[in-house]
């Protein structure tokens, strides 16, 4: 199976911070990474598909790039709503999908 | 615009087995890829198999293969995730999920499984 390690595990900034999360695929997976969010009790919102192509409705701020084993999700000028978890996930050898293990992001 | 409503908490004790429900609505059923994800406390999530109704037929990680069945029932628009012998690590959220093109876009609400004696 293919192992996806994220980091930082979390993360403290501030409101209007830039910050960028990586995950890091055991071995090449193309484009083939997704990203998503979730927030306390609630399940995750698909935020990016295949390393950069924003879902519809997310934010431009959220920006996702990389590919082979090293991704990065961007967010920039974070707002209070964007204060949550954020989970990699790979779609290339499946099944089974792998995940992260998360980043939460907090304010500081 | 499709839609998953899952079944509601559970506790279970240890040995016992759970089924959890996920209804669908909105788009055509048989041709969705219902899959079945958890999230332990404290944990990552943790892809346990799915299903296309069409097909009728599921696959399951290797981790769960004899523990979990996964069906779909194409009249009521549900699908169905069942774990037999719990233990207390079988204790999650089990979410229900859609794929489609590769990406889990549309997600249930979660049910919490509690496996307790």
């Known amino acids: 199976d293919i192992q996806m390690t994220q980091s930082p595990s979390s993360l403290s900034a501030s409101v209007g911070d830039r910050v960028t999360i990586t995950c890091r695929a055991s071995q090449s997976i193309s484009d083939s990474l997704n990203w998503y969010q979730q927030k306390p009790g609630k399940p995750p919102k698909a935020l990016i598909r295949s390393a950069s192509s924003l879902q519809s409705g997310v934010p431009s701020r959220f920006s996702g790039s990389g590919s082979g084993t090293d991704f990065t999700l961007t967010i920039s000028n974070l707002q209070v709503e964007d204060f949550a978890t954020y989970f990699c996930?790979?779609?290339?050898?499946?099944?089974?999908?792998?995940f992260g293990q998360g980043t939460k992001l907090e304010i500081k | 615009q499709v839609l998953l409503v899952q079944s509601g908490a559970e506790v279970k004790k240890p040995g016992s087995s759970v089924k959890v429900s996920c209804k669908a609505s909105g788009g055509t059923f048989r041709n969705h890829a219902i899959n079945w994800v958890r999230q332990a406390p404290g944990r990552g999530f943790e892809w346990m198999g799915g299903?296309?109704?069409?097909?009728?037929?599921?696959k399951s990680a290797e981790k769960f293969q004899g523990r979990v069945t996964i069906t779909a029932d194409e009249s009521t628009s549900t699908a169905y995730l069942e774990l037999r012998s719990l233990r207390s690590e079988d204790t999650a959220v089990y979410y229900c999920?859609?794929?489609?093109?590769?990406?889990?876009?549309?997600w249930g609400q979660g049910t919490t499984v509690t496996v307790s004696s």
């Open positions: 299903i296309i109704p069409f097909f009728g037929t599921a």
């Open positions: 999920v859609r794929i489609l093109w590769a990406l889990m876009d549309v």
């Open positions: 996930q790979q779609s290339y050898s499946t099944p089974p999908y792998t």
